[in-house]
């Protein structure tokens, strides 16, 4: 029996190695003059997601502000860990930024070194920020950290994973309120709400935005907690950790952050110049509207300030990497 | 629910919904028309290419495709005795007889007709039972979870229709390709060999395409000459089509009882539209006073197998949405076009994304009944379209193939992973072993790791949870009938067994 026709197959490997070669060089160039070619925005999760929808709204008011193209480019791969790499060793010449979620990718760094030095980026400055809460079913019998201290080693939390930033805060907390936990992982978005109404665990963590806020503030779930100093605006009824006698689980260091960072040793005219644009671009009303819309909040800081908050996280994420260590590798 | 309904429903007067219905129905009809490629090329060929779409507009497109493909494959069953998709195999009994008697357009007119009503009635009953599994999604806990994935895998492995070891196989291997990459769960990377490519383990969307289209194609090639295999295309006039589609109300029952079985059948992972195709179409002739007449050219025949092969579509999205449990191929594709487009599967759709069940719903509806014009206005001229040589048809889907799968992230090894699927798929396909079963192993093999560790988790290592549960109970019961169903049918000596001995 005849495999195949050996001169149509090689007919076809040359069409596909023809795709091949046209494939890649149908995408992407770069220029030689600041600002006189396309910026990069690298986004390393996927398209469609709250990080890469407001990467593209305010690359669209940068690149009129610019007068070029702010093209956002999706580098997904380890959890954003991809576009983490790719800007920190991209040439330093501003033609390439990138948004960070923080400070799960300087746990992810620290937990499984790859080489990146964020406290080294050159920062631009913070994009938005999402509140993080702790929350359960309407019905549990929880309402106060003593609470749900008294309850013994029962307490399960739905967690995505066992290195992520839930995972990260879950450990502190634990900690914190002297609370013996079980993690239950592999929960995202609307399946943590299912699993604590099914009753797969007791108590699950999250950013109070979006779909987690608007679960929340329905009927069937209750926030016990928020991770800040001050009431958080859509839940004005839930205390914080700071009203709750634990201020050192506050102050947003648990908070996600979407920063966004040029590669190390970027021209501090050039650094200008974007955070300059970025800036402007955040105060305006549509872009803001936009990043609302996507259940985040805009928050600006400077370069310096964006800077000191990073190394406000990987010291915070440095003080507890052991304990985040021990607990993952016991279960 | 009803608010998401009118949105959609509103959505739809929107030029960019209509060009979508428009664009999925295209596809769909002109890949289900020609033999061989179907809607599971289709969906992967476009997937790349809505990366960055409102996935609302995107999901129309896979809607349509959907809901026309197997519609369009009953136009090379009856005309020229090739069926479009394996789902039109019943078709072509009874189809291609009515063609030699001078019959094709009266036909062509029943199998769109039954196709178009039988489509309607399951997304019907999709759309009703949607409350209901919300519910459904809270009964379920991770151990009773796990046990329906077992049972997906299972039914999927002995649907095959060919050697089931090969079948186990390729499964077991798909469910070992699901491992590779970071673990979220352990927090440990997996067969990465140090590759920053397989962080996250192997991409879906060029899996399949090298998997579906390219290896596809690489069978074609291979065999060159034209799709459709020495065929005239004999229609009739357009008053025997119109005959053909008004004369399916005389078939009533027949209808009804094929659209039952496509809904039901295709709720059950890996059963599928050829299931349906075959149960309805047998179903029809033993049920009826002239059974003799089945096969000869009989209209009741083609009302059975096309009202059926297309009622599939809504039994097949109910586990997909509310599970994320894929049943078939076009499912897997609509699976990795959810992850393209951040969609979530299960509570987070229903909940929060009503929106996007709402749009694949109407967009099947909607190109169901565009198909149904186009199949009756234009059927003998798409029929055509089979008779155009391979070697034309090939470069132009292997070069688009190929560049969709660079557009998604930019990769050029994604552009290599699909050229290496591709080459594995096509050996696989010629050593028989199946392809959907290991691709369907990949899709669940993560789920079914994910929803057993919770599980224990959730029991603090107690294996009893397994076991206790009464949904857990059930679909054990289900596994082990099943499993034993088939075992006893591999063990009974066949007739031509006995015969040769």
């Known amino acids: 029996m005849r495999l195949f026709g050996v001169k149509n197959f090689v007919r076809l490997a040359a069409v596909m190695v023809l795709a091949t070669t046209l494939s890649v060089f149908t995408v992407g160039c770069s220029g030689d003059d600041y600002p006189s070619s396309d910026i990069e925005w690298y986004v390393g999760f996927s398209a469609g997601g709250g990080f890469d929808t407001a990467s593209r709204i305010i690359a669209e008011e940068m690149s009129s502000d610019l007068g070029t193209n702010v093209v956002v480019r999706n580098l997904a791969g380890g959890g954003g860990r991809r576009a983490a790499q790719e800007i920190h060793k991209a040439p330093a010449d501003g033609y390439a930024i990138s948004i960070m979620n923080m400070p799960n990718q300087i746990l992810a760094e620290k937990i499984d070194p790859q080489g990146v030095d964020f406290n080294n980026l050159s920062w631009i400055g913070r994009a938005v920020i999402q509140t993080y809460g702790l929350y359960t079913a309407a019905d549990s019998k929880f309402n106060t950290p003593a609470e749900v201290a008294a309850a013994g080693d029962d307490i399960r939390f739905c967690l995505s994973g066992l290195s992520g930033h839930s995972f990260l805060v879950a450990s502190v907390t634990t900690e914190v309120m002297k609370i013996a936990w079980n993690p239950v992982t592999g929960y995202k978005g609307a399946e943590t709400q299912a699993g604590l109404l099914r009753g797969d665990c007791e108590l699950a963590l999250g950013p109070m935005a979006g779909s987690t806020l608007s679960a929340v503030q329905s009927p069937d779930f209750k926030a016990l907690w928020i991770y800040e100093d001050e009431r958080f605006a859509p839940l004005p009824d839930v205390p914080t950790v700071k009203e709750l006698g634990f201020p050192q689980l506050g102050g947003g260091k648990f908070a996600n952050n979407g920063l966004v960072a040029a590669p190390p040793g970027t021209p501090a005219d050039i650094v200008e110049k974007l955070s300059a644009s970025f800036d402007k671009a955040l105060q305006n009303s549509d872009v803001i509207a936009g990043i609302n819309k996507k259940g985040m909040a805009v928050s600006r800081l400077s370069p310096s300030e964006t800077s000191s908050v990073v190394d406000g996280m990987s010291g915070i994420v440095s003080e507890y990497l052991e304990l985040v260590r021990a607990k993952s590798q016991s279960r | ?501």
């Open chain 2, 1 to 501: 629910m009803f608010e998401a309904m009118i949105a959609g429903l509103t959505n739809m007067g929107d030029p960019a919904i209509i060009a979508a219905i428009c664009l999925g129905t295209l596809l769909g009809v002109v890949f289900g028309v020609i033999p061989g490629l179907g809607s599971v090329i289709a969906m992967t060929l476009i997937m790349p290419f809505t990366f960055g779409w409102d996935p609302i507009v995107a999901m129309y497109v896979f809607a349509g495709i959907i809901g026309t493909a197997s519609t369009g494959g009953a136009v090379p069953a009856i005309l020229l005795n090739t069926p479009g998709t394996i789902a039109n195999v019943c078709t072509t009994f009874d189809g291609f007889p009515m063609t030699r008697r001078g019959e094709g357009g009266r036909a062509i007119g029943l199998a769109a007709t039954a196709s178009g009503l039988g489509t309607l009635f399951s997304i019907v009953v999709l759309a009703a039972l949607l409350p209901v599994a919300k519910l459904l999604i809270l009964w379920f806990t991770p151990p009773d979870f796990f046990w329906m994935v077992i049972l997906g895998l299972i039914a999927v492995t002995f649907a095959s229709r060919q050697n089931m070891i090969k079948g186990l196989a390729a499964g077991g291997v798909g469910i070992l390709i699901s491992l590779i990459g970071f673990s979220s769960v352990f927090g440990v990377r997996r067969y990465t060999l140090g590759s920053e490519y397989l962080w996250d383990g192997i991409e879906i969307v060029p899996l399949v395409i090298g998997f579906f289209a390219l290896s596809e194609l690489m069978v074609y090639t291979s065999r060159g000459g034209t799709i459709a295999q020495d065929a005239k295309v004999n229609l009739g006039g357009i008053k025997q089509i119109l005959r053909g589609a008004l004369e399916v109300f005389r078939y009533k029952s027949i209808l009804l009882r094929g659209s039952i079985i496509g809904t039901v059948i295709g709720s059950i992972p890996g059963a599928g539209g050829a299931v349906a195709n075959f149960l309805s179409y047998s179903t029809a002739k033993q049920s009826s006073k002239n059974p003799e007449l089945f096969g000869t050219g009989h209209p009741a025949g083609v009302v059975a197998s096309e009202s059926a092969n297309d009622a599939k579509d809504g039994g097949i999205l109910l586990p997909t949405l509310t599970f994320g449990i894929p049943g078939n191929g076009e499912m897997v594709i609509l699976m990795a076009a959810f992850i393209l487009h951040g969609i979530q599967p299960g509570r987070d759709l229903l909940v929060n994304r009503l929106d996007i069940v709402w749009a694949i719903i109407l967009g099947v509806i909607g190109a169901q009944i565009l198909t149904t014009i186009v199949i009756l206005a234009g059927g003998a001229w798409l029929a055509k379209i089979s008779l155009v040589p391979v070697k034309y048809i090939a470069p132009f889907v292997a070069i688009l193939s190929l560049i969709g799968v660079y557009a998604v992230r930019s990769n050029i090894w994604d552009v290599l992973l699909a050229i290496f699927a591709a080459l594995v798929g096509f050996f696989m396909r010629k050593a028989g072993f199946p392809l959907i079963t290991l691709i369907i192993g990949f899709v669940l093999g993560h789920l079914a790791e994910e929803k057993f560790t919770q599980s224990l988790q959730i029991s603090q290592g107690d294996y009893a949870i397994f076991f206790t549960r009464p949904v857990s109970i059930i679909l054990l019961i289900a596994i082990v009938f099943m499993l034993g169903w088939s075992l006893y049918k591999s063990a009974k000596p066949t007739k031509a067994n006995l015969e040769s001995s």
